[in-house]
Each structure stands twice: as C-alpha cells, then as structure tokens.
C-alpha cells in the first residue's frame, strides 16, 4: 500500500483496412472497461481537429495531386505532434486505445503505385523509408489486427467518397500490414494479436476484450517500460 506512483496506463492499438470495425470496437471496448472502472480513453489518427490533421482531412476528400512524400509527412507530424500528451495519459495511469498509427502510416503510403502517386519519382516508397519518420514514436504495447478480406469489406456498404477507399489500393494495404507485422515479430518487441473480423461483432468484442485485459495486466504486473516505435 502507501502512496507508490500509480503504474503507467497500457497503450493498444486496432488497426485493420476500412471496414474492419475498428470504430465500432474502440467505442465498445472504452464503454466496457469504463465499466470496470479502468481508467481508459479513445484515439484516433489521423486527429483532424489540429490544424496539421486540418490539412490531412482536406487532402483525403480531396482529389488535388499532392506530393505523397509531404503528405506522409504530415501524417506522422499528426502524431508527433500528439506524442506528449499520449505518453502523459499512459504515465498517469490510464490506457489508450488507439483507432490506427504508424502501421496504418506505413500501410497505406507504401501500398500506393505510381499511377496512384503524385510524386516527382516514380516507383513506390519503400517501407524504410516509410517507417523511418515515425521512428521513436511511442510503441504500442499490443496490435490487435482486424482481419477481413476485401470481398467481406466491401458488402459492409458502399465506398465513401475519400481518396484511399479503392478495391486494389486496400488489398495492398492488407499485404503490407501483413509484411508490418512479421517485422515487429521478428523484433519481438510488440505483440500482435490478429483477431477474424469477419465474426459478428459480439463475437468480435469477446476477443479483444480478452486481449486487452491481458494486456492491461502485463504491462502492470510487469511494470514493462514504454518503448518506442521500430527502434
Ligand atoms: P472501421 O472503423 O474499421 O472503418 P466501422 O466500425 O466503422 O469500421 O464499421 C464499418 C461498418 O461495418 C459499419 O456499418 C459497422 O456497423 C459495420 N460492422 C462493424 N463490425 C461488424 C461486424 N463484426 N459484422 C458486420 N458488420 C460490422
Ligand atoms: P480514417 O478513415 O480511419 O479516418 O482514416 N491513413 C491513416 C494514412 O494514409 N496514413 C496514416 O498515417 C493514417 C493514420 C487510412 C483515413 C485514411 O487515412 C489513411 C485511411
């Protein structure tokens, strides 16, 4: 007992294509665990409510050619830029669920081709150098990676009007997140847990419920230390 520091909140990122049900299973797993009274709160990236993640949201429902170097750029500004405050919450001892990062970052910009792309070079960016901004980020402490196929994805309705929400674009994704994933498991450093998002969403709840006070529990019992992206 005594007056100990409290220990640090656990920091757990969904990240998955569009579709997934990612915003539905954040707003249902911050509900749950509030009512266990486990200090918990939601993020998304990008944030478009600061003026960077402004320029983000014009970029996406825009169709203007814009370089695809800078615009990763400014997606990984949208989360520097919301790295302290992130690393505060965790200190103060209360989680993050986060609605994607960095690997949704490096996904989605390696994923596009050059007749999607609107660089001076052509080819595509290569993981390197679309992992290296974001290099030293805060770690998340767990993956839970959303899995659905693009078939399945697609009879959840329509496409939206925003730039990425394209058939080839997203199987690419889903394969470069797949590439993400074998290189933080040969690192050994962040777990990833892949949960079938093809399930109905009770089913799909259960799980990352599951996921996520096991994690909860590590990162206390462990007094595991944050660390940082890819270093
Ligand atoms: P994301 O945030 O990953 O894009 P959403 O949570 O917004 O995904 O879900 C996309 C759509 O699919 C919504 O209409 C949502 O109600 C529906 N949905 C979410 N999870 C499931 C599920 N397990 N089964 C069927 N439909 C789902
Ligand atoms: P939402 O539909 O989840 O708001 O995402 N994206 C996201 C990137 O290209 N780079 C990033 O760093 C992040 C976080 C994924 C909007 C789109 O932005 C893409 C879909």
Not at 121 to 134: A, F, H, K, V
Request: proline fraction near 3%; include cysteine; charged fraction near 25%.
């Amino acid at each position: 007992g005594g007056a100990s520091t409290p220990k640090r909140g656990a920091f757990i990122l969904l990240e998955g294509v569009d579709r997934c049900g990612k915003t539905t299973q954040v707003s249902l797993l911050v509900k749950h665990l509030l009512s266990l009274s486990i200090a918990t709160v939601a993020l998304r990236f990008p944030d478009r409510t600061t003026q960077v993640g402004g320029l983000i949201n014009e970029y996406l429902q825009s169709s203007v050619q814009t370089d695809d170097r800078a615009i990763h750029l400014l997606f990984s500004a949208n989360r520097w830029e919301a790295a302290p405050n992130l690393v505060n919450t965790l200190t103060s001892g209360t989680n993050i669920i986060c609605d994607r990062y960095a690997y949704s970052g490096v996904a989605f910009t390696s994923a596009k081709r050059a007749e999607d792309r609107s660089s001076m070079s052509g080819g595509e960016l290569s993981l390197d150098w679309c992992m290296s901004p974001d290099v030293g980020l805060p770690a998340p402490d767990a993956v839970i990676f959303l899995d659905l196929d693009q078939d399945q994805a697609e009879s959840r309705g329509g496409y939206g009007g925003e730039r990425y929400e394209k058939k080839e674009l997203q199987i690419r994704v889903r394969q470069r997140f797949a590439e993400l994933q074998a290189i933080d498991e040969k690192q050994g450093r962040v777990p990833w847990h892949v949960v079938d998002a093809a399930q109905s969403i009770e089913e799909v709840k259960e799980q990352i419920a599951k996921i996520v006070t096991d994690t909860i529990d590590r990162v206390q019992s462990e007094s595991a230390p944050l660390r940082r992206m890819w270093g």
